[in-house]
């Protein structure tokens, strides 16, 4: 495992799958295969898989340690979750273990952040216990954006129990909320000196980026905002997932922008392999030069 460090602060990730999923030309509604061809020399083969060029993506979750607080951000899918796709259904993966081997039990976590609130980004915030299903990290409290979590909570009002992201907002974000554990936030919320919010909507009604600060150097979690790398270089390539098609490119390219004003390390959540680095500006677009630590 790779630790990375922002002035006193360290980062972590801690992964809990990474498998090739979906071919480009589903994923992306905008998709060219004369512009994807023209990066897939550096993609071959960590983030596209070789012969199939489906897309590599990883299932992963950041650890900040702040030196006062102990932070998770985004709680991968979780085991023993009812999924409708195979190969998120009823895992038992040691995801566990994995925190723990990286200095981070469960009772050491004082937030977990979730950057939106898709299925993959909130499983581990519950685990099952004697048929019921409970928060997993005892003594943390969960920070929701509100108006992320006012959006599901009324898609669940409209669609009914059980329904909402395959199951998700059931099984792993109203137990934490039942059980008192959860914080709804603004975008003006700090709850670390080092750490900021910010709103980059479009994937979801209520995305957020989480922002890392301390000794002159920066970091950007940025969940969603984009799921793969050539969506730097295509910033316009919002994926098949996201509510607002539009506004998840004019989302993107803003937060490439900050990315190169401030010379921040982007940390996504689903980049396999290198899976963070530097935004460089390059014509109207964008590249990254990966961080090598």
């Given at each position: 495992m790779t630790v990375r460090r922002i002035g006193n602060a360290t980062i972590e990730k801690v992964e809990e799958l990474c498998a090739a999923g979906f071919r480009p030309n589903r994923m992306f509604p905008r998709f060219d295969q004369q512009a994807f061809d023209a990066q897939k020399h550096w993609m071959?083969?960590?983030?596209?898989?070789?012969?199939?060029?489906?897309?590599?993506?990883?299932?992963?979750?950041?650890?900040?340690k702040t030196g006062r607080h102990t932070i998770l951000i985004d709680t991968c899918l979780g085991n023993d979750k009812q999924r409708h796709n195979a190969a998120w259904n009823n895992l038992s993966l040691p995801f566990l273990d994995r925190l723990r081997a990286c200095g981070c039990p469960p009772e050491s976590v004082d937030f977990?952040?979730?950057?939106h609130?898709?299925?993959?980004h909130v499983g581990w915030n519950t685990r099952l216990e004697n048929g019921r299903w409970v928060?997993?990290?005892?003594?943390?409290?969960?920070?929701?954006?509100?108006?992320?979590?006012?959006h599901w909570e009324s898609e669940r009002a409209r669609q009914g129990e059980g329904k909402v992201n395959d199951g998700s907002f059931d099984d792993s974000v109203l137990p934490v909320v039942e059980a008192g554990k959860a914080v709804m936030i603004d975008s003006d919320h700090q709850p670390d000196p080092m750490l900021t919010i910010r709103d980059y909507p479009g994937h979801t009604p209520g995305s957020i980026a989480i922002n890392l600060e301390n000794g002159g150097k920066r970091a950007c979690f940025s969940g969603d905002i984009m799921h793969h790398p050539i969506q730097v270089y295509h910033p316009d390539w919002s994926s098949q997932f996201c509510s607002d098609q539009e506004m998840s490119a004019r989302?993107?390219?803003?937060?490439?922008?900050?990315?190169?004003?401030?010379?921040?390390?982007?940390?996504?959540?689903?980049f396999p392999g290198e899976n963070a680095g530097y935004i460089k500006p390059e014509g109207n677009s964008f590249r990254i030069e990966w961080d090598k630590q």
């Open positions: 071959v083969p960590v983030h596209v898989e070789p012969g199939s060029d489906r897309l590599v993506g990883s299932v992963h979750t950041w650890v900040v977990v952040m979730c950057t609130l898709h299925v993959d928060p997993t990290f005892p003594n943390a409290r969960y920070l929701f954006a509100k108006r992320e979590y006012a989302s993107r390219r803003k937060l490439l922008e900050d990315c190169v004003e401030s010379n921040v390390l982007l940390c996504p959540a689903h």
